[in-house]
């Protein structure tokens, strides 16, 4: 399974993933079309599908423009309202692109039916906008207990599994967490890194459950009061 990032925005990603045994390509979270249909034409790929985590326009807002572009299938949460969505996804369904099998977790908190999309054999997973590296979304519709059961939930995947978020917002987190947890070295460590990629350019994504499970304060938190204690804190810092 290949996996490109295509920058849109100020900061969001739209991933396009592709196996190259069956020659299929899948883009996960297109929140603008022309963007990510010109990356898959230049590398000669044909994108088949549109796999959304939630809602938000800045990750479907392209769903039309490549559907029509392409003929392509939409899949996306089945709770929500997702432009051209032809099929429902929901806890423990699966999904394929080739022989690559992915299943579908339920990781509501950022919205209220926000998925995850996981490979088990390729050994990576779509988040969205529920955990990023060192950090987590806001909480717009969730409370913060179903928040924490969601990032309980991806903590508890395979460490070396590589996770593909819908933003870069690393350093924004990194220099919380440090704030955060004043005596925790892999968050100084991280930090510093980080600094560095975003210094020359760099993306800093997808990060590792093994890594977040080190620095991310919201995965850390003991429980959910401790997790609310932190998001509050988070929406103020600066
Ligand atoms: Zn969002
Ligand atoms: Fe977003």
Redesign the pocket.
Same mark, same amino acid.
């Given at each position: 399974m290949e996996i490109v990032a295509v920058p849109v925005f100020t900061d969001?990603y739209i991933w396009l993933v592709h196996d190259a045994a069956s020659g299929e390509t899948a883009v996960v @979270?297109p =929140?603008d079309g022309a963007p990510a249909l010109a990356e898959a034409e230049r590398r000669g790929w044909t994108i088949g599908q549109v796999w959304n985590t !939630?809602w !938000?326009p @800045? !990750?479907t807002g392209g769903n039309l423009a490549v559907k029509q572009a392409t003929g392509c299938l939409v899949l996306g949460p089945a709770t929500e309202n997702i432009a051209g969505i032809d099929i429902k996804l929901g806890e423990g369904d699966e999904l394929r692109l080739g022989d690559q099998v992915g299943r579908v977790i339920e990781i509501p908190g950022h919205t209220l039916g926000h998925i995850a999309l996981v490979f088990d054999e390729a050994n990576v997973a779509f988040v =969205? @906008?529920t955990l990023f590296a060192m950090g987590c =979304?806001r909480l717009f519709e969730g409370t913060p207990q179903q928040m924490f059961s969601s990032l309980s939930k991806l903590a508890a995947l395979p460490a070396d599994m590589q996770l593909y978020c =819908? !933003?870069e917002y690393t350093l924004a987190n990194a220099r919380f967490a440090a704030h955060a947890e004043p005596g925790n070295a892999a968050v100084a460590e991280r930090l510093a890194r980080t600094e560095e990629l975003r210094a020359a350019g760099t993306i800093t994504l997808p990060t590792s459950v093994a890594e977040e499970r080190a620095t991310n304060p919201f995965v850390r938190a003991g429980d959910w009061e401790d997790f609310a204690r932190l998001r509050a804190a988070k929406d103020s810092f600066r």
């Open positions: 969001n @979270d =929140g !939630h !938000h @800045d !990750h =969205g @906008d =979304g =819908g !933003h």
